[in-house]
């Protein structure tokens, strides 16, 4: 029985390999182990077993065992299993094997064109790619069963495929663009005679709007405040924290947040958004700089790589963080604040992106401006935020008038 844990996940990793599971999956599943491999540095833990996951789960997460992990996230859930019954028994516990699914036929060469075609311009994220390929694959597969050439797409077709994969209104309405999009292209480059795309509609199915989870500005004043900037690892947290609050960035955006984006001569930022692409400059705060500098000169370890903030514990020491370090910086932040009911609302670093957006509402920001420095394509994404400013809204309500009738007599 291996307890070591860097040598349990270094077996784990290579049993991952040697299944093929798809890379994606296997990314996700490295990353969490990742994330609790330096949990465990940090802690001094150098074993692992059930006791262990458990502490990482509650500590971490919120959860008090690991059990509970499965409804708040399968992924980790399923990581953190994986290791124990591979210590366990030298294997994984039974699961499917990994679903590995191929493009079938011509129309399924085509199909890698295209998504080639895309992946070569550098304008979607390998996110978006794995998501257009998953129902492009289910779409092949449907018309090679079926013997149904692309010329003879139609709208009965569509449906027919829709019944068939019993796909749900949110699954229609995130491949009816994909699909859309495909044909559009298969008709550019000759594939087809007819430009069968005319036969998908624009989807009117809206996802109803869950409000977005914010702390007031002295919420987060109080967290920056209570973070300990006196060791290496809160001199980093600190700065991730500045980041998420005082711009409004993207987990991924912080994760690659490098020297060449700053220029110290015109005190700006310029970032390039990992998830839309879309280039914000921002003026380069004194407090964000400061803390940019105090973690360069008194807590960064030694690496070649461009990415500022960095991993410190082994074996990445020196190496790009993953998003569980960001989000563990903010939820270390939450529990020294003691911010209210903080487990039980959404707590990492994209609810304080949502909270710069709804406080710089409540400071009479316009929208536009919010939805500039948010980095959002249109300010139709920024209104949802409106939804939270209660002080607005009560602006909004029409008086009712007095009624006189034998129910409501002058009421």
Same mark, same amino acid.
């Given at each position: ?16 390999? *040697? ?26 833990? =150098? !074993? ?6 458990? &502490? /990482?789960?509650?500590? $971490?997460?919120?959860? %008090? ?21 591979? *210590? ?47 129902? #492009? ?28 994969? %019993? ?15 495909? #044909?559009?292209?298969?008709?550019? %480059? ?18 109803? &709007? ?5 702390? !007031?500005?002295? @919420? ?10 006196? +060791?290496?690892?809160?001199? &980093? ?9 005082? /711009?409004? #960035? ?27 692409? $879309? ?71 994209? +609810? ?18 919010? +939805? ?7 300010? @139709?994404?920024? !209104? ?20 006189? =009738? ?6």
């Amino acid at each position: 029985m291996e307890n070591e844990l860097i040598m349990l996940i270094t077996h784990c990793e290579l049993e991952l390999l *040697q299944r093929n599971y798809q890379q994606v999956y296997s990314q996700w599943i490295k990353d969490e182990w990742s994330n609790l491999l330096q949990w465990a540095t940090l802690n001094d833990y =150098t !074993t692992f077993d059930s006791d262990i996951a458990n &502490r /990482y789960c509650k500590a $971490i997460y919120g959860q %008090n065992k690991l059990k509970d992990m499965e409804k708040f996230d399968k992924i980790i859930h399923r990581a953190l299993r994986m290791l124990l019954s591979y *210590q366990k028994e030298g294997d994984f516990e039974y699961r499917a094997p990994a679903d590995i699914k191929l493009f079938i036929g011509q129309l399924g060469s085509q199909m890698e064109t295209y998504l080639h075609q895309l992946r070569m311009s550098g304008l979607l994220t390998e996110g978006t790619l794995a998501i257009k390929r998953r129902y #492009l694959q289910s779409f092949n597969t449907y018309l090679e069963e079926h013997r149904i050439a692309l010329d003879d797409f139609n709208t009965d077709v569509l449906m027919n495929f829709y019944l068939n994969k %019993n796909y749900s209104s949110i699954s229609i309405s995130n491949i009816n663009p994909i699909i859309k999009s495909f #044909l559009s292209w298969g008709y550019k %480059n000759g594939l087809t005679a007819k430009d069968c795309s005319v036969f998908i509609m624009t989807n009117s199915y809206r996802k109803q &709007r869950k409000l977005p989870t914010t702390y !007031t500005e002295k @919420e987060i004043k109080n967290m920056l405040v209570a973070t300990d900037r006196n +060791s290496p690892i809160g001199k &980093r947290d600190y700065l991730i924290l500045l980041l998420a609050s005082e /711009y409004g #960035l993207r987990s991924s955006d912080i994760i690659n947040f490098n020297f060449d984006q700053i220029d110290w001569d015109k005190n700006i930022i310029t970032i390039n958004q990992q998830k839309t692409g $879309i280039t914000v400059t921002y003026p380069l705060l004194s407090s964000v700089g400061n803390a940019i500098i105090d973690y360069l000169k008194h807590g960064r370890p030694h690496s070649t790589i461009p990415q500022i903030i960095i991993a410190h514990g082994s074996p990445n020491k020196g190496k790009k963080v993953s998003h569980g370090v960001i989000t563990s910086a903010v939820i270390k932040s939450m529990k020294a604040a003691n911010i209210k009911n903080w487990k039980k609302k959404k707590h990492g670093p994209h +609810s304080l992106r949502h909270s710069l957006a709804v406080n710089l509402l409540k400071n009479n920001v316009s929208l536009p401006i919010i +939805s500039t420095i948010l980095g959002h394509q249109n300010t @139709e994404s920024t !209104t949802a935020y409106m939804s939270v400013d209660t002080n607005r809204l009560k602006l909004c309500c029409i008086p009712i008038p007095p009624l006189k =009738t034998k129910i409501f007599d002058g009421v």
